[in-house]
């Protein structure tokens, strides 16, 4: 049980920093004017403050108060078709279960922001949910070994100031507070440990093993906004990485009863990213906007785990790839007092197939959105935005050696994955 203990909690904790910064699973959705063009110009600012959270100089376009609150529905959708599920012993037996149900868990995602401006100098604040990930799977699906439940939450606040140089450049920076919290779970074959060698492995001889740890950390936000002539807007905003260090209370429970205890640290680093936004007339009715966005998921490359009673177990070597996305979109205005919008984007993975998991099984994503926004009354505008992502099959194909993933299985199959989101809005001037 001494080294199954130890297999176990160094693979889930691993896993657990992978979940926690899937960019396949990061919340894009803070900012409800821009859901509708699919996030095209959000670094260059547009009618209301969610657009701190790309680029914090946005505030300068904002005079007096303001407050906006959005609330996002997320409606993932991954099903897995199963080829092949067996067990991580030498003889490879099937693990039995069928395919499982469909994963994706549907979530709200809230975003809050509140800014005040004094001559010059603007000062804003974001509270948002970067992160977020929640799948389940029965105990006894064939893939149990490698996953069974995943969820993440995290909270972002972010303060910032943003100064006025010029009319026509304004520079800003802030100040990020990240939270994280995550649970784990997944099978675990004991049927040799705990009723003798020869027993053949299923749902009622395997345990338990979760995860769950949290911890509070820090990093920062630059922005640029400029209009080098009337009517074109160019934005650059700048997220920085923030380092975690995720401690998790580990629990591997036996069909048997008794249950293992130990705890591990795992750090990892987030990554820093920066985004480019544009927004250029083209009729006074009518604007352009475009997106280019960079992640620097290549920092997420070794994982190393630090047990508190036992000797580390080895580095879990990783590698995952800088990603981009492209964004272009309009904002149409036919009267004073109605926006549309419309947008369509690529959002690449950063999960090459090799590493692709039944935690993680997105890949590259296209967007296509549509927005709306009223303003019924001076000071007051509502609206909402609905994208539909066309996300390409994923296939898993995992080796489950004991030497390389803790004798999990081997899992073969591919997920059918889609997403539908639905966010609606409210900005208060004041």
């Known amino acids: 049980m001494h080294r199954g203990l130890m297999v176990a909690l160094s693979t889930t904790v691993a896993q657990l920093q992978v979940e926690a910064h899937a960019s396949g699973f990061a919340i894009r959705e803070q900012s409800g004017s821009f859901q509708g063009a699919a996030f095209a110009g959000a670094a260059a600012g547009g009618d209301d403050l969610s657009t701190l959270f790309f680029n914090p100089a946005t505030l300068t376009l904002h005079d007096g108060r303001s407050v906006h609150v959005s609330v996002s529905y997320i409606a993932p959708r991954a099903e897995f078709t199963l080829a092949r599920a067996t067990d991580g012993g030498v003889a490879e037996a099937p693990t039995g279960g069928g395919a499982g149900d469909d994963i994706a868990e549907d979530a709200f995602v809230p975003a809050l922001y509140a800014a005040a401006a004094h001559g010059d100098w603007h000062v804003g604040l974001g509270v948002t949910a970067p992160f977020g990930l929640r799948t389940d799977q029965p ?250 992502l066309f996300v390409a099959d994923g296939d898993v194909d995992l080796d489950g050696a004991p030497t390389d993933r803790g004798g999990r299985g081997t899992l073969r199959g591919r997920y059918d994955n889609a997403v539908d989101i639905l966010t609606v809005y409210g900005t208060l001037r004041f």
């Open 139 to 388: 105990d006894d699906w064939a893939g149990r070994y490698h996953a069974t439940e995943s969820e993440l939450t995290t909270i972002n606040i972010n303060p910032t100031l943003a100064y006025e140089v010029g009319d026509r450049l304004s520079v800003a920076a802030g100040f990020v507070a990240q939270y994280a919290d995550a649970t784990l779970a997944n099978a675990r074959d004991l049927s040799d440990v705990a009723f003798g060698p020869g027993t053949p492995p299923g749902p009622a001889t395997d345990g338990i093993a979760e995860v769950s740890g949290d911890d509070w950390d820090y990093g920062f936000t630059l922005g640029v906004l400029a209009e080098p002539v009337d009517g074109t807007r160019i934005g650059l905003g700048y997220r920085s990485q923030i380092n975690h260090s995720l401690e998790g209370d580990f629990a591997l429970t036996s069909p048997l009863g008794p249950t293992l205890r130990d705890t591990g640290r795992a750090a990892v680093a987030t990554p820093q990213v920066a985004s480019l936004g544009l927004r250029q007339r083209v009729t006074d009715g009518f604007d352009l906007l475009g997106t280019v966005e960079w992640t620097g998921w290549s920092s997420f490359d070794t994982l190393r785990v630090r047990l508190a009673t036992r000797p580390d177990p080895p580095p879990s070597h990783e590698s995952w790839n800088d990603t981009w996305f492209v964004a272009v979109g309009g904002e149409y205005r036919p009267r004073d007092d109605l926006t549309l919008n419309a947008g369509i984007a690529f959002d690449q993975s950063p999960i090459d197939d090799a590493f692709r998991t039944p935690r993680i099984p997105g890949n590259d994503r296209t967007w296509l959105s549509l927005g709306v926004a009223w303003t019924p009354r001076p000071g007051v505008s509502v609206g909402g935005g609905y994208s539909h």
